[in-house]
């Protein structure tokens, strides 16, 4: 998800992410909270990187950057990804995988 804040910080447009997107599945939700560090593959990375954009966008539509906020700072003081996702969105992870790939069709 770091790529994904620093991308959105940047201004990339979610349209742009979407373009990618188009062309190839998503990955999993769980994928992007790792580091992208090891992806020696150009087109996965790319992959990578755009879901990770598009899915922080998709977490400002639901609820704007206060509520991306306070998810940072629940992970900031150790609460697992799971559990602050609930806390904030009052959905698990697969929950809001699910949801998030509801809306890339």
């Keep these: 998800?770091?790529?994904?804040?620093?991308?959105v910080a940047e201004?990339?447009?979610r349209a742009d992410a979407r373009q990618v997107l188009a062309r190839a599945p998503a990955p999993p939700l769980a994928r992007l909270t790792r580091s992208f560090a090891g992806e020696?593959?150009?087109a996965q990375a790319r992959i990578l990187y755009a879901a990770a954009c598009d899915l922080v966008h998709d977490l400002l539509g639901r609820g704007g950057a206060p509520l991306l906020a306070d998810l940072l700072d629940r992970l900031r003081r150790g609460d697992a990804l799971d559990a602050a996702a609930r806390g904030v969105y009052?959905?698990?992870l697969d929950e809001l995988d699910a949801a998030w790939r509801a809306s890339l069709r």
């Design 11 to 13: 201004g990339r447009p």
């Design 40 to 42: 020696t593959d150009p």
């Design 90 to 92: 009052g959905l698990t």
């Design 1 to 7: 998800l770091h790529e994904g804040f620093a991308q």
